[in-house]
C-alpha cells in the first residue's frame, strides 16, 4: 500500500508517519520508484503500537524507541518486553529517600512474598505501595500497614487474571501483544479510578444521602461534640 | 494545648500551622495572654483535614477553602460536601469538546443508569469513561463499546460498597469523615493501580514467562507470520 493506504489503516497522519520514519521507529518501505515506497501489514501494526505507546502511553520517544527494540529482539522473551513497557509506564515514584519509605518497603517486599506473586524486584509497584504506606502512616490512618492492602491485592489479582489471559491471545504477534497491553493498561487505569469514584458517590449516596440515610438534622451538625469516637479509635481504613 | 503542642499532636510544622492561621483555613485559637493561644482537639482534627486536603489530595489552597466551607456548612448535607471533595480530586478531563467523546460520554450516562447508580450528572467520572472509551475506539480496539466496563463497574462496586462503610464510621465528625474519604481516595488510588500492574507481571510471568510459559522459541520469534488471528478478530479486551 502507499503512504496515503497507510495513514487512512492505521489512523497516523501522513505527516506523522514521515515523522516516524526519519526517526527511524517505523522501517522504511518497499521502495517501486525513485518517489515511492510500498508498505504492508507490519507497517500498519507497527504504528500502531508506537501510537499506543506515545499517544495512548505518552511515553517519551526515547522510551517508545526502548520498547520497539525490545519488542523486535527475537532474544528477549515476551514477557520481559512487557515488563520493559510496564516500568515504562508507571509513574516516578518520590520520596525513594525517605527512611520511612525505605522501611515501608522491606514490608511491602514481605508482603508481595507471603503473596507468593512473581514480580522482579525492581517493579516500580514496589515503591509505590512503599509510598502509599509511608502516607498512610504520616497521616494518621488507623492500622496502617500492609493488612490494608490484602483485600485490594486480591481484587488486583482476579482482574489481572482475567486481563492478562485477554490481552494477550495466543496467535497474536509480538507487537499486537504489546499494543494491547500497553492500551489496556493505560485506558483501564483511568477506567478504574472513575467507576471507583462513581460507585463511591453511589454508595455514599445509599449511605448518607438525602433520602435513605440518616435524618437531616444529624446529618447536618457541623461540629458533632468531641466526645464521639476518635478516628484513630476505629479499627479500619478501607481495608 | 499550645501552639507546639499542636504541632506534635498533629504532625503540622508550626509555620504551616501560623500560615493556615492568617489564611482562616484554622480558626484562631483561645487567647490566654498577649501573645499566647490555647487550642483543643477541633484544631487538631481541623489540621489533620487541611493536611489531607492539600497534602495527600494536593489541592491548591483555594479549593480547600471551598471544601472546609462545605464542611463546616451545617445546611449543607455530608453526602454532598463529599461529593465537592470528590470533584476536586478528580483528574481534569481533556478533549471535552471532541464529537467522540460527546457521543461516549452518552453511551456511559446510558450505562450508569443500566446500572441504577445513584451518580450525580455532573460526575467527572462520566467524562473520564467517556474519554477513554473514545481514546478505545480510535486506537481501533476490538469491540469499544460500554461492555468493557461491566466487569470493572462489577469490581468496582463492591470495593466501593466497602470503603464507604469503613471511611463513613457512625459517630465520626464531618471533618473525621471528610479526612479519611480524601485520603482514602487518593491513597488507595495508587495502591490499587499499583497492585494491578505487579499483579500483571506475575499474571504475565505465569503466562509468558520462562519457567511454565511456552517454549523459549515460540516466544521468541520476533515477527510471527502475518496470517495469525488478527487483533480486531478477537473478541475482547480487558472486559
Not at 435513605?212 to 481504613?237: D, F, L, Q, Y
Request: hydrophobic share 40%; aromatic share 4%.
Amino acid at each position: 500500500m502507499r503512504i496515503s493506504e497507510l495513514s487512512r489503516a492505521s489512523g497516523v497522519p501522513i505527516p506523522t508517519i514521515k515523522f516516524y520514519l526519519r526517526e527511524r521507529l517505523l522501517p522504511a518501505g518497499r521502495r517501486v520508484a525513485t518517489n515511492q515506497a510500498e508498505y504492508d501489514q507490519d507497517h500498519v501494526r507497527r504504528l500502531r503500537l508506537i501510537r499506543a505507546l506515545a499517544e495512548v502511553g505518552g511515553l517519551p520517544l526515547a522510551t517508545v524507541r526502548r520498547v520497539l527494540g525490545a519488542v523486535d529482539d527475537p532474544s528477549l522473551p515476551m514477557h520481559e518486553a512487557l515488563g520493559i513497557a510496564r516500568r515504562a509506564l508507571a509513574p516516578e515514584p518520590a520520596e525513594q529517600h525517605d527512611p520511612a519509605v525505605a522501611e515501608a518497603r522491606a514490608e511491602v517486599d514481605r508482603f508481595l512474598e507471603d503473596l507468593a506473586w512473581e514480580v522482579s524486584p525492581d517493579a516500580p509497584g514496589r515503591d509505590e505501595l512503599a509510598v502509599a504506606l509511608a502516607t498512610l502512616r504520616r497521616v494518621g490512618w488507623p492500622d496502617a500497614d500492609t493488612r490494608l492492602f490484602t483485600h485490594y491485592a486480591r481484587t488486583a489479582d482476579r482482574l489481572a487474571a482475567r486481563e492478562v489471559q485477554r490481552t494477550t491471545p495466543a496467535g497474536a504477534t509480538r507487537a499486537e501483544t504489546m499494543e494491547r497491553v500497553v492500551i489496556g493498561t493505560v485506558v483501564f487505569d483511568g477506567v478504574i479510578l472513575a467507576l471507583r469514584r462513581l460507585a463511591q458517590e453511589h454508595h455514599s449516596a445509599a449511605r448518607l444521602g438525602e433520602p435513605k440515610g440518616r435524618s437531616r438534622t444529624a446529618r447536618a451538625r457541623p461540629n458533632p461534640p468531641s466526645a464521639t469516637v476518635p478516628i484513630s479509635g476505629n479499627t479500619g481504613g478501607p481495608h
